[in-house]
């Protein structure tokens, strides 16, 4: 009827067959990535991340600020208080 051997299906009509499958796939591996790029929270460098949750936690990343030399004396033993500890 079409005077052709493919079901009415030309040359270009594959290729956007294709194109659309590939650009499919494309789509979804970009929403992939997205989603584990946004959800995991990589530790900065020599910043590990806390195992627990909470004011041991709190207390470990202000004694390392406090090592680093970020906080002075007064500043680390005033949030030492503040964290409910002694310093």
Do not use: C, F, K
Request: hydrophobic share 45%; glycine share 14%; charged share 15%.
């Amino acid at each position: 009827m079409y005077g052709n051997d493919d079901y009415g299906m030309s040359g270009w009509m594959w290729w956007w067959s294709a194109a659309l499958v590939v650009g499919v796939l494309v789509l979804l591996g970009g929403l992939v990535w997205a989603i584990v790029v946004t959800t995991r929270r990589p530790a900065g460098p020599g910043q590990p991340v806390p195992s627990a949750v909470g004011p041991s936690a709190a207390r470990q990343i202000l004694d390392q600020r406090y090592a680093r030399g970020e906080l002075d004396t007064p500043e680390y033993q005033e949030r030492v208080h503040t964290l409910g500890g002694a310093a």
